[in-house]
C-alpha cells in the first residue's frame, strides 16, 4: 500500500490518495480544490477505483462530484450520513456541486480495490454516519481521531457520549497502528493512547 495525503480548501481538510502497487487507488475525503486532486493523480499515473468519505462534512467532499464525473468511480458514505451529502444543515455549509451516494457502509463492512482491503468502522461522535478505514496497518480516521485532539460534536449530529464509545474502540487497536486524519498530522494509536486528553484513561 501505497498512502498520499495533503491538506485542501480553507479548513485543511486531509485528501488522502490509497494505491496499490498497480496504482489502482481510492481517493479519500476530497474536499476542495479538485484540480489540485486531479494533478496529484495525474503526476503518479493513478487508476481512481473508488471515492471514500468518512463522514458527510462539505471540507471533506467538496471535490467529490466531480471526482465522480471525471473518472466514473463509485462514492461510498455510511448509511447514517447520506442526508448529508445533499442536506446543508448536516454538512454545516451549503455544497454547490453534491455527490451522490454509489453504495451505503455499515461497520464491518469492506471495501475492494486492486489488492487492497478497507476495512470499514463504524465510529460516530463526530457525525452519526462517521466512520474509520483501516487497511493493512494504517487507519484513516477523518475527524474522529486527531493528534492530540479529536473532532468537534457541536455541530448538528455530534454526540460527545457516542465519541467517548468510538475513541474507547480505538484505544483498543494495536499500539503500533498508524492513524491518518482528517486534519494535521499522522500519528499512531499507542501515541495518543499515552499523550491525548481524550484517549488517556479509556
Do not use: W
Not at 454545516?92 to 487492497?116: F, H, Q
Amino acid at each position: 500500500m501505497i498512502y498520499r495525503y495533503f491538506p485542501v480548501g480553507a479548513y485543511g481538510a486531509n485528501c488522502c490518495l490509497v494505491s496499490d502497487a498497480d496504482g489502482n487507488t481510492v481517493v479519500m475525503d476530497p474536499g476542495d480544490e479538485a484540480e489540485r486532486i486531479l494533478a496529484h493523480i495525474r503526476d503518479f499515473s493513478l487508476t481512481v477505483c473508488a471515492v471514500l468519505l468518512t463522514h458527510a462534512h462539505f471540507d471533506h467532499m467538496g471535490a467529490a462530484a466531480r471526482l465522480q464525473r471525471e473518472f466514473g468511480a463509485p462514492l461510498y458514505v455510511h448509511a447514517d450520513d447520506v442526508r448529508g451529502l445533499t442536506d446543508s444543515r448536516y454538512s454545516v455549509m451549503p455544497l454547490s456541486d453534491a455527490p451522490t451516494a454509489d453504495r451505503l457502509l455499515k461497520d464491518g463492512d469492506t471495501v475492494t480495490v486492486g489488492s487492497l482491503t478497507f476495512t470499514v468502522l463504524h465510529t460516530p461522535g463526530h457525525t452519526p454516519g462517521s466512520v474509520c478505514y483501516r487497511c493493512e496497518n494504517v487507519l484513516f480516521a477523518g475527524d474522529t481521531l486527531f493528534a492530540g485532539s479529536i473532532g468537534r460534536t457541536d455541530f448538528p449530529g455530534g454526540d460527545m457520549t457516542a465519541m467517548r464509545q468510538s475513541l474507547r474502540r480505538l484505544s483498543a487497536l494495536p499500539d503500533e497502528l498508524s492513524v491518518v486524519p482528517g486534519h494535521g498530522e499522522e500519528t499512531t494509536i499507542g501515541y495518543e493512547k499515552q499523550t491525548n486528553p481524550f484517549m488517556i484513561g479509556l
